[in-house]
């Protein structure tokens, strides 16, 4: 058996941030992606996936290459997805910690997130302003489309808190590394 090309682990609890919303709210779309997936991530994403659960990082990279495919690369679709995740991780977890959270404690929260979401790569806060911050993920081994569902997922976020978020923007400035403006007016 060949070595796995994507080495390290999920947490199910991310892959249902995306699946879930999309089987719910996009059963179409969700057929599509189901669609262009291999008959073993079909099987996957068909059998229970635990939010406790580590699961082998494959299977988000499946769902991403299938997902990317289906909407055949739209950013506007990849920050749609990255928006309906933020919506189902607040209402599930977090919805308490909006009332009295800033963008800057959020963001930084899911830095911390990340590392316990993820066994590869890193999010970092490394500027904080305020109307906007700037965020840095390294991971040699991201998934395609993450870096327009991280921008969909900020956006919402920020709307969340009760700010007007400005389009939050990315930028590869490594082969491994990407860096967010996250923006918003302030108040």
């Known amino acids: 058996m060949s070595p796995d090309p994507h080495p390290g682990d999920v947490k199910g609890y991310t892959l249902l941030s995306y699946v879930a919303p999309l089987q719910r709210d996009k059963s179409e779309l969700w057929r599509r992606v189901e669609g262009g997936m291999s008959p073993e991530a079909r099987a996957f994403y068909r059998g229970?996936?635990?939010?406790?659960?580590?699961?082998?990082?494959?299977?988000?990279?499946?769902?991403?290459?299938?997902?990317?495919?289906?909407?055949?690369?739209?950013?506007?679709?990849?920050?749609?997805?990255?928006?309906?995740?933020?919506?189902?991780?607040?209402?599930?977890?977090?919805?308490?910690?909006?009332?009295?959270?800033?963008?800057?404690?959020?963001?930084?929260?899911?830095?911390?997130v990340w590392s316990r979401q993820t066994t590869v790569g890193t999010f970092t806060v490394v500027e904080e302003h305020a109307d906007h911050l700037i965020g840095v993920l390294d991971d040699a081994d991201l998934p395609p489309g993450i870096p327009a569902l991280i921008s969909g997922w900020s956006d919402t976020i920020i709307a969340m808190l009760g700010r007007t978020p400005y389009r939050t923007s990315v930028e590869r400035v490594g082969p491994t590394r990407w860096r967010f403006r996250v923006g918003w007016i302030k108040r």
Not at 65 to 81: H, I
Not at 88 to 109: C, M, S
């Open 48 to 112: 229970e996936i635990y939010a406790s659960s580590w699961y082998p990082r494959r299977h988000l990279h499946e769902l991403m290459r299938a997902f990317c495919t289906a909407v055949d690369d739209s950013e506007d679709d990849l920050r749609d997805l990255g928006g309906m995740a933020a919506r189902y991780q607040i209402h599930v977890i977090y919805r308490v910690f909006l009332k009295f959270a800033t963008p800057a404690l959020v963001f930084n929260r899911a830095a911390s």
